[in-house]
């Protein structure tokens, strides 16, 4: 992908939605937990809510797959809801078991808006960058601590990530398409406390991170909260 394409989680929309702008910066925490085989059957403890003019349409939420962050600010556990977002809770679920978040920054944290991550330059994690997947369609709420892949544009979905910091359901529009898929259940208050780093409406150079992430990170003054590992956990 090249760099006019990179997903700014609507950097594009940014002037016109917002004026805040994002950044990471943290450290990590690492906890040992078990992978699971598969989505539990159980249902999840935080539902996801319909948007507007959706309900009674949507998918039956009766599956999901929990993951675990562990970074350095505390731990953050997400639900993932494969029924929600059929396409994008694999990927999501993928890219934890494969390892791919683990020692990550959280690149960009608009306050009152999103934390954005999912960069690693590392080989063989980097190939994922250009590994793009479909839409799904979108069918909830991107509300408080729910969870959608950033895009540069239609079906360009790959590995960043963003977590809303409040209701954000005007990037369900259409025209943008942003899909919510997961939730966090647990650590709202860690991703609160994401730092903000870089520039004020990027966070860092999303350029310069995929193309040598460590030297980047060792060259900054202030660091950004790090991912330690992403877990699925039973």
């Not at 004026?19 to 403890?45: K, L, M």
């Not at 599956?63 to 999501?92: K, S």
């Not at 208050?189 to 995929?210: E, K, N, Y």
């Amino acid at each position: 992908m090249n760099g006019s394409l990179r997903p700014r989680l609507v950097a594009m929309l940014a002037g016109v939605l917002l004026s805040a702008c994002q950044s990471g910066n943290d450290s990590q925490a690492v906890t040992n937990v078990p992978e699971a085989d598969g989505p539990s059957s159980a249902a999840p403890a935080a539902k996801l809510v319909p948007l507007p003019g959706y309900e009674g349409t949507v998918p039956a939420l009766t599956q999901t797959t929990t993951v675990r962050l562990a970074t350095a600010a505390g731990d953050v556990v997400i639900e993932v809801y494969p029924e929600a977002a059929p396409n994008a809770a694999q990927r999501f679920v993928e890219l934890a078991r494969s390892g791919f978040f683990d020692d990550t920054p959280v690149s960009r944290v608009v306050a009152g808006f999103v934390a954005q991550f999912g960069i690693n330059w590392r080989a063989p994690h980097r190939a994922w960058e250009n590994r793009m997947f479909r839409d799904d369609p979108t069918l909830f709420a991107l509300e408080r601590g729910t969870l959608a892949f950033a895009k540069a544009g239609p079906d360009t979905n790959s590995t960043q990530v963003f977590i809303n910091y409040r209701e954000n359901n005007q990037l369900a529009d259409p025209q943008y398409n942003f899909t919510v898929f997961g939730k966090v259940v647990s650590g709202m208050d860690v991703v609160d406390r994401f730092v903000r780093v870089g520039d004020p409406s990027g966070g860092l150079d999303q350029g310069r991170l995929w193309a040598d992430g460590g030297a980047y990170l060792d060259s900054l003054t202030v660091k950004p909260t790090m991912i330690v590992t992403a877990t699925v956990v039973q």
